[in-house]
T-cell receptor
């Protein structure tokens, strides 16, 4: 079974500084995808960044980058130059598992990390 | 529509009442997922539709939960005889395609329905 672990219930960062949100995963699949989502208090899940298991380079999307260490099974999110609007819940998620050779694409989520950005 | 729309936004139900939660996915999206998110937790998978076919309902917590997508577009999640433990946010997500190809297109989530059972 797949499992996502986010060990930081809450994180604090000063505005304009960088912050790293931790994510470790466990899977027996060789091919998988890792996602990070932001969930503000309004409730919707906002896609931030995606990393495929076979991607050789770490994914980057603007101020977001994913520090992917496959051997350690970690996929940490780095937010550079934090902004007050970054305050939200952040979820790491994995696509899978496969069922009978077919992956329906369902996501397994971690418990989330609440990020608070201080002015 | 431009995004995934869920209604109602909030629902308060008395214990034992039946409820129906609606999800309008993005037009043309093949895949539709329902997730349950308890307070302070990550979303948990409930069920998956590929067009009108329900291919995976392994996450439905009991036979009180039922989902349908009869014409391959709008989906309804029905909960019969609601219990307090059903209180959660119910999220719907859709994707243009299915299986591994989802990686190329990603998912679009709705804002969810917050269900409170009193």
């Amino acid at each position: 079974a797949q499992k996502i672990t986010q060990t930081q219930p809450g994180m604090f960062v000063q505005e304009k500084e960088a912050v790293t949100l931790d994510c470790t995963y466990d899977t027996s699949d060789q091919s998988y995808g890792l996602f990070w989502y932001k969930q503000p208090s309004s409730g919707e899940m906002i896609f931030l960044i995606y990393q495929g298991s076979y991607d050789e380079q770490n994914a980057t999307e603007g101020r977001y980058s994913l520090n992917f260490q496959k051997a350690r099974k970690s996929a940490n999110l780095v937010i550079s130059a934090s902004q007050l609007g970054d305050s939200a819940m952040y979820f790491c998620a994995m696509r899978g598992p496969s069922a009978g050779g077919t992956s329906y694409g369902k996501l397994t989520f971690g418990q989330g990390t609440i990020l608070t950005v201080h002015p | 529509g431009a995004g995934v729309s869920q209604s109602p936004r909030y629902k308060v139900a008395k214990r034992g009442q039946d409820v129906a939660l609606r999800c309008d996915p993005i037009s043309g999206h093949v895949s539709l997922f329902w997730y349950q998110q308890a307070l302070g937790q990550g979303p948990e998978f409930l069920t998956y539709f590929q067009n009108e076919a329900q291919l995976d309902k392994s996450g439905l917590p009991s036979d009180r939960f039922f989902a349908e997508r009869p014409e391959g577009s709008v989906s309804t999640l029905k909960i019969q005889r609601t219990q307090q433990e059903d209180s959660a946010v119910y999220l719907c997500a859709s994707s243009l395609t299915q299986g591994r190809a989802i990686l190329n297109y990603g998912y679009t989530f709705g804002s969810g329905t917050r269900l409170t059972v009193v």
